[in-house]
């Protein structure tokens, strides 16, 4: 067990954690303004884009980068210096350090080391959205960036899909419309979907609807900005049916039956079935695991798309 010390029993310096806003500057408290101004070194996770943060409140200090491409020699460094005594701020290009962007990795090395690590708390764009979505709002999961791949995607998704509690991704907007598409395959097309656009910003705009809705939106739309994007927990008719997968065409389902997964599943699909739902039947019909298949059939798709 390791008890932090109060600063008055501190031998060490402090690493602070400073929340900076994430769109409008206004948003910045007065404290992180004065820990900002006040450390002998800020660490960030782009220098450039902090110093247009410290230009506009008048803040002089010396800057470090510290990223995800250099903490592993940055990181030691920093400990040493913290160690000898000067104090550091850790800030991310917007938001709360660690939370999908770089800081986690200094925190865990300073706690080893016994430096106290302090907070400075701020704004958080799923929070933010959160509270503004008209979703419930409590229980929530927060994932942040999903992967990339579209199989892997899907196998995520189809997990927490599951799930009651509020979701809250965070998404680029070139990403948006294929994961806006795995989200129809894995939920279907009743699911309430909100998307948060440009947070704090000028262009700040809601989307409300369904997955289906939001989905046809980004066919006619394209998305522009960073999202924020938050789906219901799975309701009980949600989770029925998910575990009963709708019957498919019986004929083609047997004479499938020798093909490999992913070419049973395309057939059918072929036949009219949505892919979730024929993946569903062809891990039920052969014993097998129903995230196998996804990952089966989406990786072929990958491989030949």
């Known amino acids: 067990m390791q008890v932090q010390k109060s600063f008055a029993?501190?031998?060490t310096g402090t690493l602070y954690l400073v929340a900076t806003p994430i769109g409008n500057l206004q948003d910045m408290s007065n404290r992180a303004i004065e820990v900002l101004s006040t450390v002998d070194v800020i660490a960030a996770e782009d220098?450039?884009?902090?110093?247009?943060?410290?230009?506009y409140f008048d803040i002089h200090t010396k800057k470090t980068a510290l990223h995800e491409h250099n903490w592993q020699e940055k990181a030691p460094l920093i400990v040493h210096d913290l160690l000898a005594g000067q104090s550091v701020a850790q800030v991310s290009d917007a938001g709360l350090p660690s939370i999908s962007d770089p800081g986690k990795e200094l925190v865990a090395q300073a706690i080893v080391a016994g430096i106290p690590v302090v907070p400075v708390p701020g704004a958080s764009a799923g929070i933010t959205a959160l509270i503004a979505s008209g979703l419930v709002p409590q229980p929530f999961y927060f994932h942040g960036f999903l992967p990339r791949k579209k199989g892997e995607q899907q196998a995520v998704l189809a997990d927490l899909?599951?799930?009651p509690e509020t979701l809250i991704f965070y998404e680029a907007p070139h990403r948006l419309k294929a994961t806006m598409e795995n989200l129809l395959t894995v939920c279907g097309p009743n699911r309430r979907v909100v998307l948060a656009r440009e947070l704090t910003k000028r262009y700040e705009e809601f989307l409300r609807g369904t997955t289906k809705e939001l989905a046809d939106w980004l066919d006619e739309n394209q998305a522009r900005g960073e999202f924020v994007l938050m789906v219901a927990g799975a309701s009980t008719e949600d989770l029925k049916e998910m575990a009963e997968p709708q019957q498919g065409d019986t004929q083609v389902l047997a004479e499938t039956a020798d093909l490999p997964v992913d070419q049973a599943v395309a057939e059918l699909v072929t036949a009219g079935q949505k892919p979730n739902q024929a993946i569903k039947q062809v891990a039920k019909d052969r014993g097998l695991n129903r995230q196998e298949v996804y990952k089966i059939y989406h990786q072929i798709e990958e491989d030949h798309g």
């Open 161 to 163: 899909a599951r799930r």
């Open 9 to 11: 029993e501190q031998k």
């Open 47 to 55: 220098t450039r884009h902090t110093q247009l943060l410290l230009n």
